[in-house]
């Protein structure tokens, strides 16, 4: 979640339906996508409105085995589940004001949450576990956003945008494993100023972190095989005059990878710029689900999208 002016606290989040998040320059008339677009997109690139009216969307995951896909609304307090055909109907109230949701190898859904500042997972029967919500000792900032890896680790992001400066118990904005059964998360780099998506290549050998402060680039990191991070360096630059800092990232099957920015932005998996998706609004998050794992469905602002794609995405856990 970036470029948002934070305009109250989660407990007068929980208690008033207003819409307490600023939302950035409108982005419906901006032209840029990219002619290159033909290479990766389907049905000429357009952009299909699903669901709209909501505050921030964000978070979204496909649900394979039930059809849906489940996406956070954080102002709102709310996770919705949408599926095609139908509407977004409120899959889980309060949601601790869940931004990043991502499903662990069990299918259980694993929540990013802002307003209690930890970790947590919602099992298939909706009984819910909390998995992580302190380090050394102190709170976490606020988790952002998670990926699982094979293993059954999770990695998350926990920059500080779901709190007050006076709030903030950890002094670095850490990029963490968590092992599964354990509570005490690792922290693996922690020289981030706004860490936020993240996302592995498709072997799981490279995990990519965007940084949403104004160094406007997403790191690249090798995962060793005892899940540390080493080699970071800058994988990709987002150069643009409109707004958006790098937020969530999804990669396909042949490794290109896909950013929420100003538009979707598309690199190679050598970091070659392959092109921009234009999206009606600022998205924040991507997803991609359907039968064929062709639909990409995006989060942006007060709607969920969605593009077609000619290749297939990453499967979630």
């Given at each position: 979640?970036?470029?948002?002016?934070?305009?109250?606290?989660?407990?007068?989040?929980?208690?008033?339906?207003?819409?307490?998040?600023?939302?950035?320059?409108?982005?419906?008339?901006?032209?840029?996508?990219?002619?290159?677009?033909?290479?990766?997109?389907?049905?000429?690139?357009?952009?299909?409105?699903?669901?709209?009216?909501?505050?921030?969307?964000?978070?979204?995951?496909?649900?394979?085995?039930?059809?849906?896909?489940?996406?956070?609304?954080?102002?709102?307090n709310r996770i919705y589940r949408?599926?095609?055909?139908?509407?977004?109907?409120?899959?889980?109230?309060?949601?601790?004001?869940?931004?990043?949701?991502?499903?662990?190898?069990?299918?259980?859904?694993?929540?990013?949450?802002?307003?209690?500042?930890?970790?947590?997972?919602?099992?298939?029967?909706?009984?819910?576990?909390?998995?992580?919500?302190?380090?050394?000792?102190?709170?976490?900032?606020?988790?952002?956003?998670?990926?699982?890896?094979?293993?059954?680790?999770?990695?998350?992001?926990?920059?500080?945008?779901?709190?007050?400066?006076?709030?903030?118990?950890?002094?670095?904005?850490?990029?963490?494993?968590?092992?599964?059964?354990?509570?005490?998360p690792t922290l693996l780099v922690?020289?981030?100023?706004?860490?936020?998506?993240?996302?592995?290549?498709?072997?799981?050998?490279?995990?990519?972190?965007?940084?949403?402060s104004d160094r406007r680039h997403?790191?690249?990191?090798?995962?060793?095989?005892?899940?540390?991070?080493?080699?970071?360096?800058?994988?990709?630059?987002?150069?643009?005059?409109?707004?958006?800092?790098?937020?969530?990232?999804?990669?396909?099957?042949?490794?290109?990878?896909?950013?929420?920015?100003?538009?979707?932005?598309?690199?190679?998996?050598?970091?070659?710029?392959?092109?921009?998706?234009?999206?009606?609004?600022?998205?924040?998050?991507?997803?991609?689900?359907?039968?064929?794992?062709?639909?990409?469905?995006?989060?942006?602002?007060?709607?969920?999208?969605?593009?077609?794609?000619?290749?297939?995405?990453?499967?979630?856990?």
């Amino acid at each position: 979640m970036d470029q948002i002016e934070r305009m109250a606290s989660h407990e007068e989040l929980r208690d008033s339906e207003e819409v307490l998040y600023h939302l950035p320059l409108s982005y419906h008339d901006v032209n840029i996508l990219s002619d290159r677009k033909s290479s990766f997109l389907l049905d000429g690139g357009k952009v299909k409105n699903l669901s709209t009216g909501y505050k921030f969307t964000e978070g979204p995951v496909w649900d394979a085995s039930e059809g849906c896909l489940l996406f956070s609304d954080i102002p709102a307090n709310r996770i919705y589940r949408w599926t095609p055909g139908g509407s977004a109907k409120i899959f889980r109230e309060p949601s601790g004001n869940s931004n990043g949701l991502t499903l662990d190898m069990s299918r259980s859904l694993i929540t990013c949450e802002h307003g209690t500042r930890r970790i947590g997972k919602v099992e298939r029967d909706g009984n819910y576990t909390v998995l992580a919500e302190t380090y050394g000792g102190r709170r976490l900032n606020s988790p952002n956003d998670a990926v699982v890896k094979s293993d059954g680790s999770i990695y998350f992001t926990d920059p500080p945008y779901g709190i007050k400066p006076e709030e903030q118990e950890l002094l670095s904005q850490g990029v963490y494993r968590l092992e599964a059964g354990k509570k005490e998360p690792t922290l693996l780099v922690d020289d981030f100023e706004r860490p936020n998506g993240l996302t592995f290549s498709p072997d799981e050998r490279t995990l990519y972190i965007a940084d949403s402060s104004d160094r406007r680039h997403v790191r690249a990191f090798n995962v060793e095989n005892d899940g540390t991070l080493t080699d970071g360096r800058v994988f990709a630059e987002i150069r643009s005059e409109l707004p958006g800092n790098p937020d969530g990232m999804k990669v396909d099957v042949e490794g290109n990878l896909y950013v929420a920015t100003a538009g979707i932005w598309v690199f190679s998996e050598e970091g070659k710029h392959l092109g921009i998706i234009k999206i009606p609004e600022i998205p924040a998050n991507l997803a991609w689900g359907g039968k064929d794992w062709k639909t990409l469905y995006i989060t942006a602002r007060t709607s969920l999208y969605c593009v077609k794609t000619k290749v297939e995405g990453m499967y979630s856990a």
